[in-house]
Structure formats: C-alpha cells, structure tokens
C-alpha cells in the first residue's frame, strides 16, 4: 500500500529549510520507492494561509510533516523559552551540542506529551538581525518609535519595547503582504529570510545585530508515524537525521551567501562594534534578569561554551 507522504513549509524554494524538506522526500524516495509519494508544499503562505497553521494541519493528518520556529512551541515546552532570550546563544555549535542532549530532548518529549506531534528534529533558523526602512540603527536610541513587527512571541515583544521599538506581532503571511505599507517599519529575521522574503527591497538598512538565534523543529504527525510499517518509521528517522544535518551545512554558509547577494548601493549594512553591541546588550538585561528568574537556572547552563 502507498503511503502518501505531505511535508508543509512557509518559506520559497531557495529557502535553506525548503531545500533541506526537499532533501528529506528524496531521501525517503530512494530508500523506500514507490511505496511512498512525497509532495513538498513549500509555502502555505501562497495557498493563502498562515505558517501558524502548519503545525495545526499536522495535528489534525492535513500534513505529516512540517518545520516551524520552535516558538510556536514554547507554550507547549516552555524550557524552549530559552531560545526566544537575546544574546544566550553564542555560537552554533553550543546551540546544537543543548538541542541535540538532554535539553533538546526534554522539549522534545513535552512536545510529544502535549501534542499531536513527534519531533523528529531541530534545524538552524539564523541569527537574527534588525531591518528597517527609517533610519540606520546602531544604538538602542535608534530604535525609539520605530514600529516593529515581531514573532508570534509575547517575551519578543519585551525584548523589542526594552530597546525602544513599537512591536507589532504578526506571522510572517500578514508581514510578508503588508511589508511595503506603513504599518510595519522595521523587522528582525536571519538574513535567509531578509533576501528570500524580498525584505531587503524595502528595508534600506540592515543591522547586523544577532540579538536572537532561533532554531526551527522537524515535526511528524504522531498517528501517521505510528501507523507505518517498522521499516518505514527507521527509515523516516534515519532521513530525519540526514536531513538536519544537511539543513545545518546550509544555515553555516547561507548568512556569507546572502551578503554577496546585497547591493551596497540599495542596502546600508551596519555591522557593530564591541561597545555598540554591549549597549543592546545592557538596554534588555531587565527582560533577561526576569527569565532567569522564571527559568530553571540549570537550562542557561545548557548554553555555556
């Protein structure tokens, strides 16, 4: 029996997570042949829905894959609240070394208690950087009245008003399709999604401030998972990991990728000092003194080098 196999997606197709999903249906192609069928549907957004629908549709067996900011999660698995801090992640690789332990797996295994969903797996969603289209940003004083548009993320929303921003959140569908009207002035996203997105059209100058590291989530429907032979759940998994670790290889080169792709006489690429970036760093050291507080302090040991 054929098992028809959707994977959802927000994103275009040069996107580094829509070439990993693509990555992941050929690989279930070549290992299992006609007993499956994959089809990729890259972005929602173009069947006129919102990405916060794709982990609904996975719930409900519309989809039985998607990627999706583990911010949508955070409620779900609120030790992932970690991520959505400014300035605890560092580096990539101490990011993975957490994701890929025992933290990773204690959201994992609350994400699959609390949901309809098996996480298969964490992706690289980017440092993210400031882009706007009113003035170049270099301290916290420049952000002052700037409307933001922000991640689904009430703790994002902190973060932005503590710099001095007007946050507005909004899934990616809405900003993507207001983006050259007035209500938004500025945004954050890694610079995958500023190029892909067309962001850059609109936004003269882009700050490269890295004040969030995301990560994205591999996640399955949990019936569908489990109504699959054994030889087709091992194989899942083992593409699963092929996958990850080919999206990561993408994400490490993209961000140098996408640069040579700007044109320095549209974009104003402001790239900060030491001191410019501590200034950001003391200006949300309240929001961050608070989640230490909620948070378990064992999870921001997690994240030391």
Not at 129 to 156: A, F, K, W, Y
Not at 159 to 165: P, Q
Not at 281 to 300: I, N, T, W
Request: glycine share 6%; net charge neutral.
């Amino acid at each position: 029996m054929e098992i028809p196999i959707k994977f959802g997606g927000y994103q275009e197709p040069a996107s580094i997570h829509n070439r990993a999903a693509a990555h992941f249906g050929e690989l279930l192609e070549q290992k299992l042949g006609d007993r499956v069928t994959f089809e990729l549907i890259g972005s929602i957004l173009k069947l006129g829905r919102p990405s916060g629908d794709l982990v609904p549709m996975v719930e409900r067996g519309e989809l039985s894959f998607c990627y999706m900011s583990t911010v949508r999660f955070s409620r779900t698995a609120p030790e992932l609240q970690l991520l959505e801090l400014p300035f605890v992640v560092e580096d990539r690789r101490t990011a993975f070394r957490a994701l890929d332990g025992e933290y990773g797996e204690t959201a994992r295994r609350h994400v699959e208690e609390r949901t309809a969903c098996r996480l298969l797996g964490y992706w690289d969603n980017g440092f993210r950087h400031l882009s706007n289209r009113v003035r170049p940003i270099r301290t916290p004083e420049d952000c002052r009245g700037i409307r933001i548009r922000t991640q689904m993320s009430d703790l994002h929303g902190e973060v932005f008003r503590a710099l001095g921003f007007e946050p507005i959140a909004s899934d990616v569908k809405e900003f993507v399709e207001q983006i050259g009207g007035d209500r938004f002035q500025a945004q954050d996203n890694p610079l995958t999604n500023i190029y892909n997105f067309g962001v850059h059209r609109y936004h003269r100058y882009i700050t490269l401030s890295g004040h969030f590291w995301g990560a994205s989530a591999i996640v399955c429907n949990a019936a569908h998972y489990r109504s699959w032979p054994t030889e087709v759940q091992s194989t899942v998994d083992a593409a699963a990991r092929e996958a990850t670790a080919y999206q990561r290889q993408l994400a490490a080169a993209e961000d140098a990728e996408i640069m040579a792709k700007l044109d320095p006489a549209k974009n104003d690429v402001i790239r900060l000092t030491d001191g410019e970036r501590a200034a950001f760093m003391r200006a949300v050291q309240p929001v961050l003194e608070k989640y230490r507080r909620q948070l378990d302090p064992k999870l921001f040991a997690f994240l030391e080098s």
